[in-house]
T-cell receptor, first 118, second 113 residues
Framework: GAVVSQHPSRVICKSGTSVKIECRSLDFQATTMFWYRQFPKKSLMLMATSNEGSKATYEQGVEKDKFLINHASLTLSTLTVTSAHPEDSSFYIC??????????????FGQGTRLTVV | GESVGLHLPTLSVQEGDNSIINCAYSNSASDYFIWYKQESGKGPQFIIDIRSNMDKRQGQRVTVLLNKTVKHLSLQIAATQPGDSAVYFCAENIPSGTYKYIFGTGTRLKVLA
């Protein structure tokens, strides 16, 4: 299957700093990428959907100024957690859909990023 | 709201037995469904998918059943193996704007030797 690479896999940052997480589709063009957050022993919660070249669509309750999403190219989307606080500590996962495969096709997932804010 | 937030239920099965994992999805307009397997500390892996114009689809050792009347999906794993131990999620593709994937609550599968 297609490969989505997410980086970094783990990051520890100080409270008040910003952290950027990258999500790359390695062998396909991802017109749509999704960012999820997962708490321990819980399901994946969709944070936002981003389409290449346009603003991300955020789910209800997700602060767009807190979680900045940029999808500047067909192979790269970034999530920046701004002014991070300990409550932002979580597992963040991106996924991407192959734009040429159509809407009703699987989304490929990155390996996830474990963010710890101290 | 989306289907999130509940603690994961656990299904324990003996190695070699069949497993059945259930999922209730939220949106009657959803037209595509995927089962994912997630191991600890990793991203979800695709297992099998099914479109809304089908009620059953089979893969290698796995079968997905879709009941649109009651918005229910099930994943059947034949001859469950230790390597099947993981958390399993169903995801529905909601045709809202850009078609987004919403995950169910998930089930932890434990395979007993």
């Amino acid at each position: 299957g297609a490969v989505v690479s997410q980086h970094p896999s783990r990051v520890i940052c100080k409270s008040g700093t910003s952290v950027k997480i990258e999500c790359r589709s390695l062998d396909f063009q991802a017109t749509t990428m999704f960012w999820y957050r997962q708490f321990p022993k819980k399901s994946l919660m969709l944070m936002a959907t981003s389409n290449e070249g346009s603003k991300a669509t955020y789910e209800q309750g997700v602060e767009k100024d807190k979680f900045l999403i940029n999808h500047a190219s067909l192979t790269l989307s970034t999530l920046t957690v701004t002014s991070a606080h300990p409550e932002d500590s979580s597992f963040y996962i991106c996924s991407a859909r192959d734009g040429e495969a159509g809407w009703n096709t699987e989304a490929f997932f990155g390996q996830g990023t474990r963010l710890t804010v101290v | 709201g989306e289907s999130v937030g509940l603690h994961l239920p656990t299904l324990s099965v003996q190695e070699g037995d069949n497993s059945i994992i259930n999922c209730a999805y939220s949106n009657s307009a959803s037209d595509y469904f995927i089962w994912y397997k997630q191991e600890s500390g990793k991203g979800p892996q695709f297992i099998i998918d099914i479109r809304s114009n089908m009620d059953k689809r089979q893969g290698q050792r796995v079968t997905v059943l879709l009941n649109k009347t009651v918005k229910h999906l099930s994943l059947q794993i034949a001859a469950t193996q230790p390597g099947d131990s993981a958390v399993y999620f169903c995801a529905e593709n909601i045709p809202s704007g850009t078609y987004k994937y919403i995950f169910g609550t998930g089930t932890r599968l434990k395979v007993l030797a």
